[in-house]
């Protein structure tokens, strides 16, 4: 028998109930706050534009494989993901809120001097 | 018979799963309880501080663990860092008595079955009233399997102090059961 095995069976001691309680409390309190923290991030604005530029990324990528007609979104994908994350956030949310249209993004894309999509 | 593995309830608790939390929490409860009490003899609330503070840590390891090894050795691990880092902040583990730290018998190795035969209950009791130093040292020595040199590492002692203090810790152990 190992050492360990000997110590295991001296060592073990069964907790009083109302030690078991407290960290059967303590442990759904602290999965809860786990939950609810990840909630809260996701709803907070880091999140929200985190979200944001997701969907400005996905929406580049379809918008670039549109014009540049190169065939799946793979490609447009690879060069959204290259983009300045603020840029993509802000047009996001320009975007969201009707003030940008495809055609100013283009024009901005150009003044950034990135790849000119085909007309 | 409750079949499911360690391992899983771990990927379960990862998932926010409550009920796997309280079926591993039954499951290795007492190796936890009993272990913290032992280091923290005389001060039972710390003990308790430090078994919860255990749990609580393995919940918020449970996403990122591995499942290496066996889920019991790492989750006495985990119990054992606890408890050292306690330690460390009430200070240096030194003794007081300096009787502790004289001369032993060259050769002496601590033996692994000295403490196989006595019952369960008397040896707590003895280890429990053993001097925190030597309390400490046998623990790390017979929970971890630890050499000298590593034990001393983590206590800040010299690796001939942690020999003299198992030999102390053993001697002490063979009086106070006799006596019982």
Known sequence: MTIRKDFEKILEQEPPAAFDTRVRAAAREEMRNRRVGFLAWVLSPAGIGLGFAGLAAAGLAITWDRNVDRGPGTEGMQVAQQLDPEMLREAALLAELGVLREHDLWQRLERKKWPKPKS | ?180
């Open chain 2, 1 to 180: 018979m409750d079949e499911v593995s360690d391992d899983e309830l771990m990927r379960r608790i990862a998932g926010g799963d409550e009920a796997a939390f309280d079926r591993i929490y039954a499951r290795h409860k007492g190796a936890v309880y009993g272990y913290c009490q032992r280091m923290f003899a005389g001060n039972r609330a710390q003990g308790e501080e430090i078994a919860q503070e255990t749990w609580m840590k393995v919940l918020r390891a449970a996403e990122g663990y591995q499942g290496k090894g066996t889920f019991r050795a790492w989750l006495m691990t985990v119990a054992r860092n606890e408890a050292l880092q306690a330690l460390r902040k009430k200070g240096p583990v030194l003794t007081s008595d300096p009787t502790e730290l004289e001369e032993v018998p060259a050769g002496f190795e601590m033996e692994s079955s000295f403490l196989g035969a006595c019952e369960a209950g008397e040896a707590k009791k003895a280890i429990d009233e053993l001097p925190e130093a030597q309390r400490a040292v046998l623990l790390l020595w017979a929970e971890e399997e630890a050499t000298y040199e590593e034990i001393g590492a983590k206590l800040g002692l010299a690796w001939n102090s942690v020999r003299a203090l198992l030999y102390r810790a053993r001697q002490n152990l063979r009086k106070k059961l006799e006596k019982r």
